[in-house]
């Protein structure tokens, strides 16, 4: 039985609590969130077990720890209601639970993996994108209520083409107070289509694989290149069924006897990639998708029904195609849209 740490990181100090290997509380105290700072505590320490949580610095201090000859463990505090739910909670309390959990069931801390540090520098640049998409967004918002609020309207077109085309229909007494923010929509606009073309790049010079998953209709190279440094391990998951509970797009459960509502997803894992599996779901069932398999069988999930209904089958369809291009991805097959119209074929 190794000394057990359970580590509560904060953003300049962490707090600690090494159990000893009997389960009694050897020592607590805090420790600078830096490099040194961890070396100079942990570094000389006998390989332990270090349980912490997810949070903004667990990647890199983990890999920290790592390297100095330690265990650790990532938890899921979604997991954690003994920790959330604590009427008496705090920094200390939360390391030292951390820690006895670990050294009662590892499995209590529903583990999770951190991505590798190059995978996290890539993935870097997607969320970057993803920030200037939702800073032009808020901008075209508002200049389009704006306009909207003083009895005109501006023409219908893509944010792309947004700063081009809004200005001739600008009113003349709103044109000091929007002309610089068409401006500011135009430069994230470049901005935007560098990262664009550098998505591209990753995905072709660094991800090769990623282009597998592009068979499918509707499935970019952003979607692609974000799923493969999502789960970065394509052998993480024993069955790709999996993937659609890690990505939270599974229904919660509340069975008890006899009852067992129909709940909303779980929303768990990444949300920026669940974000884009549901575009691409849109896309797939929308007017624009391409007939196949998935397509049918989203349509008829969503049938002639409620707004609710239709929710329901977009989320079902981004856990198809999580699912499906998991599949791709471990098998490298070429993508057929109707394969079991194409096995009927053969066997006749």
Not at 73 to 91: E, H
Request: net charge positive; charged share 25%; hydrophobic share 40%.
């Amino acid at each position: 039985m190794k000394e057990t740490v359970g580590l509560d990181l904060g953003d300049k100090e962490s707090t600690f609590v090494i159990l000893g290997k009997e389960g009694d509380v050897r020592e607590t105290g805090k420790v600078a969130t830096s490099c040194p700072g961890l070396r100079k505590r942990f570094g000389r320490m006998e390989g332990a077990l270090i349980a912490l949580e997810v949070g903004t610095h667990s990647g890199w201090v983990s890999r920290q720890l790592r390297q100095m000859g330690h265990e650790v463990i990532v938890a899921n505090p979604r997991q954690l209601s003994l920790i959330t739910r604590s009427l008496k909670k705090n920094d200390r309390n939360d390391a030292e639970t951390l820690a006895r959990l670990a050294r009662a069931d590892i499995g209590l801390l529903s583990p999770v993996e951190q991505r590798g540090e190059r995978a996290q520098e890539h993935l870097a640049i997607v969320q970057a994108r993803a920030r200037l998409v939702e800073a032009r967004t808020a901008l075209v918002n508002h200049v389009r209520g704006t306009v909207k609020a003083h009895g005109e309207r501006l023409p219908s077109c893509s944010a792309a083409a947004f700063a081009r085309k809004a200005e001739e229909g600008i009113p003349q007494g709103l044109r000091v107070a929007l002309l610089p923010l068409l401006e500011a929509i135009g430069w994230h606009t470049l901005q935007i289509q560098r990262y664009d073309r550098e998505v591209e790049r990753l995905g072709k010079e660094e991800y090769p694989e990623s282009g597998a998953l592009r068979q499918v209709v509707g499935v970019g190279a952003l979607t692609a290149l974000t799923y493969v440094l999502t789960l970065e391990e394509k052998g993480r998951f024993a069955k790709s069924r999996q993937v659609g509970a890690y990505l939270g797009l599974v229904p919660r459960q509340q069975q008890s006897g006899e009852r067992n509502p129909q709940l909303r997803i779980t929303h768990a894992g990444d949300r920026y990639l669940r974000t884009l599996l549901v575009q691409c779901a849109h896309y797939i069932i929308g007017p624009f998708g391409k007939d196949c398999r998935l397509r049918a069988w989203g349509l008829k999930l969503a049938g002639e029904g409620s707004g609710n209904q239709k929710k329901r089958a977009l989320a079902a369809v981004a856990r198809k195609l999580a699912v499906l291009l998991h599949r791709l991805w471990v098998n490298g097959e070429v993508y057929e849209p109707f394969y079991q119209r194409k096995e009927a074929a053969v066997a006749a």
